[in-house]
């Protein structure tokens, strides 16, 4: 049996990130919900799993993790509620499956699975996704589960300031994402998040749709992204960079920088993405100030990172 | 000034179109619809309109136009209502729009205008995005403009028998679309759909997706979709075409014939799609048994055409 090198990489989105702002316990606290996710994925591509499972398992615990806006850190759209999106999709198949706006759901990457899985369709939506939700026996949680302090004094400061915001008061693009590779040469990548905060009019960022915020492709990558949903939506980010391997013949290092670095730039497009190719290679190229992100291979690459 | 050529082609939806279900009154139906589309587009363009305002005023006669799958015509979903989606793309910026799951809404393509010119979003869905249509005065119609005896047949029918079909008992993919190039060398696209009968779970097809059922790029191509929408956004098939031609130097004629007689037909990717490039090289490729469609150019080129 030919055993291909296993790699994983996560992100808790990227954004104006200030040193100065970040406390050694916040920071510790933030590192540790990076390493319990890294650690989660890891261990199932170590004994063989597949990083369809790696992904999924990865970000739910980030959905998990209080401080990260996805699950249960969402932050509060318009009407005080959290609507949430996430994607998932499988390299070996193509096969992909994503939830939009959907309120309630306890991890929205394992409804996403369900719905690649079990619904003949892609992409479902608001209350048509949760009604297949509990036909699927996913777990739901009451709106204290979801509410947290900081976030409710977030949209506060929206409303008064009548803004639609990024995750922070500082520029902060809330999601979380994982791409991973294992042992039998499939990718996988998972992306998750709760939208901007004080968001009206059901609005749906790239993290859902399959080929804009999230990508898996046995042949060229796997992609999670995380920025400003409208400009990596334009731009078909995730895609774009699987096309820039396939059709130019671009090293996984080189398309991330000409997307990330060079053409998301030119149009504002501030972010960052994580990218694994099918050789195991792992890129987590950002043009904001900071992304949250984690790696960890089985060729002793192994990081937890926040700045540059 | 330089003057480029101007091109406009629109389609009705892809499927089996039998020929021995189809009188020749009702042959005369579609042809009109589709006649009186394409000239409300080219008119505009005769004239040295933008192929935006072109392809918008297509996509709403086809809307407006009872037989199709969009608009007027948009088939009964699960719960008896009317869930439609749309999007439009103006190559010259890249900007775009998109809405999903909205009901009573006379033109969901001018929704999608709205949504690109006026919200700071890229795609909106559901009742917030009706709210969005109300805040910017768009036309709304009661669920009487909605229906037919023949759609909602179908929907009993398809109630009956317990399953999510296609637009009609016949495969057909009902979805509208236009794609237009005008005097200045600026590409627009546009699409609209009804969805599937009977459809459950806020499903959401390739049509509203920039990238997946819509794509425009001043430096390739404008593309319209019309097929099995959740393996045209696994398979990001309007800018697959876009980087074929752009990373590969493959010509339209190619890049669509690679797309969608091979790419989509081994994947089971029923359906088809309408292209026009920067040169004005229109083209209207199927895999089906036939598909609903017309293009008007002003080297001569002006079809009517529903079989192969």
Same mark, same amino acid.
């Given at each position: 049996?030919?055993?291909?090198?296993?790699?994983?990489?996560?992100?808790?989105?990227?954004?104006?990130?200030?040193?100065?702002?970040?406390?050694?316990?916040?920071?510790?606290?933030?590192?540790?919900?990076?390493? &319990?996710?890294?650690?989660?994925?890891?261990?199932?591509?170590?004994?063989?799993?597949?990083?369809?499972?790696?992904?999924?398992?990865?970000?739910?615990?980030?959905?998990?993790?209080?401080?990260? &806006?996805?699950?249960?850190?969402?932050?509060? &759209?318009?009407?005080?509620?959290?609507?949430?999106?996430?994607?998932?999709?499988?390299?070996?198949?193509?096969?992909?499956?994503?939830?939009?706006?959907?309120? &309630?759901? %306890?991890?929205?990457?394992?409804?996403? %699975?369900?719905?690649?899985?079990?619904?003949?369709?892609?992409?479902?939506?608001?209350?048509?996704?949760?009604?297949?939700?509990?036909?699927?026996?996913?777990?739901?949680?009451?709106?204290?589960?979801?509410?947290?302090?900081?976030?409710?004094?977030?949209?506060?400061?929206?409303?008064?300031?009548?803004?639609?915001?990024?995750?922070?008061?500082?520029?902060?693009?809330g999601t979380v994402g994982a791409v991973a590779l294992d042992y039998e040469g499939n990718l996988s990548a998972a992306t998750s998040t709760g939208g901007l905060t004080n968001k009206k009019f059901g609005r749906i960022g790239d993290s859902p749709i399959p080929g804009a915020g999230t990508y898996a492709n046995n042949n060229t990558c796997a992609i999670s992204c995380t920025g400003v949903g409208e400009l990596f939506i334009r731009s078909v980010v995730a895609y774009d960079i699987s096309c820039l391997i396939e059709y130019k013949g671009l090293s996984l290092k080189d398309a991330c920088d000409l997307v990330v670095n060079d053409k998301l730039v030119k149009i504002g497009g501030e972010g960052g993405l994580i990218a694994i190719d099918k050789d195991g290679n792992i890129e987590m190229p950002f043009n904001s100030e900071g992304m949250y992100r984690a790696c960890h291979n089985n060729l002793g690459r192994n990081e937890i990172l926040i700045y540059r």
């Open positions: 049996m030919s055993r291909n090198n296993i790699s994983i990489a996560i992100h808790g989105g990227a954004g104006t990130i200030l040193r100065n702002e970040m406390t050694p316990e916040l920071q510790q606290q933030y590192e540790q919900g990076l390493h &319990n996710a890294l650690d989660k994925g890891y261990s199932i591509l170590s004994v063989g799993g597949s990083s369809l499972d790696a992904v999924e398992a990865a970000v739910a615990s980030l959905e998990d993790f209080p401080l990260f &806006n996805a699950g249960r850190g969402a932050v509060f &759209n318009n009407k005080g509620g959290h609507e949430m999106d996430a994607a998932i999709m499988y390299g070996k198949t193509l096969e992909a499956g994503g939830v939009c706006g959907v309120s &309630n759901i %306890r991890n929205p990457v394992r409804l996403a %699975r369900a719905v690649m899985e079990q619904s003949g369709h892609v992409l479902l939506s608001g209350a048509g996704a949760e009604e297949f939700a509990r036909s699927q026996h996913l777990q739901f949680e009451d709106d204290a589960y979801f509410y947290s302090q900081q976030r409710y004094q977030q949209w506060q400061d929206a409303l008064k300031a009548d803004v639609v915001q990024l995750d922070h008061t500082v520029k902060k693009f």
